[in-house]
């Protein structure tokens, strides 16, 4: 069954921290892989999203996110942390065969300030 | 301007009622959803249309039908309302070929 998998329920760290969340989804041919933000009490926002080509993907805010097409990952990554990155985040996968996006069940990043 | 729009942000109702949350999306697209994110923030598709029509229909108590008008708008409708309806109702669209998704602000369903 086509799915998505995030590891990490909840993450903490501290300012200044890096960060890698992960993400696998299941094989189910040509994919495009998103990763979305949704700070408390907001509507989801993209971060950065993959399609094709290299893939090392930069987003908004500093984050980044790799696809490792033989892991069937794409971890997102962000090099140092602000308190102001506190948000839910999800990962989530289209198949080329199927018009929906999947989302992840979430990754809750705290930051102590 | 919103690209994608939902009405109401809130909704407290009680039990048994039927209520409507309407979506409306400024992009040109032809793909709407509509999304549950439970108390949990698991989101869960629920229905696409294509173009005005029906093309992903998920294990959903069929108390829950959208319609959709054109392919600007895609309203939810939900009969005789329980309390596991409570959640956050998200629209979202997308256009042709690959593209992400955008989502509305969401609807706070609150059944009592």
């Known amino acids: 069954a086509q799915s998505v998998s995030q590891h990490n329920h909840h993450v903490i760290l501290s300012e200044a921290a890096s960060l890698e969340l992960g993400c696998n989804y299941s094989y189910g041919g040509t994919v495009n892989l998103f990763w979305y933000v949704q700070y408390p009490g907001q509507h989801l926002q993209l971060l950065l999203k993959y399609f094709s080509g290299d893939p090392l993907v930069k987003g908004i805010k500093g984050f980044e996110a790799e696809f490792i097409k033989s892991k069937f990952s794409f971890n997102l990554r962000k090099p140092s942390v602000q308190w102001s990155d506190t948000a839910e985040y999800f990962c989530a996968v289209r198949y080329s065969s199927a018009s929906k996006i999947i989302f992840g069940s979430g990754t809750r990043l705290s930051i102590r300030p | 301007d919103t690209a994608v729009s939902q009405t109401p942000k809130y909704l407290v109702t009680q039990m048994g009622n039927d209520k409507s949350i309407k979506c409306e999306q400024n992009?040109?697209?032809?793909?709407m959803y509509w999304y549950k994110q439970d108390s949990k923030k698991f989101l869960k598709i629920m229905f696409s249309?294509?173009?005005?029509?029906?093309?992903i229909n998920e294990t959903v108590p069929n108390r829950f039908s959208p319609k959709s008008p054109d392919k600007a708008h895609l309203n939810l409708h939900i009969n005789s309302l329980e309390l596991g309806d409570s959640a956050v109702y998200f629209c979202?669209?997308?256009?042709?070929?690959?593209?992400?998704?955008?989502f509305g602000q969401g609807t706070r369903l609150t059944v009592v």
């Open positions: 979202a669209s997308t256009g042709a070929g690959n593209t992400e998704a955008f």
């Open positions: 992009l040109g697209h032809d793909t």
């Open positions: 249309y294509n173009n005005k029509e029906l093309i």
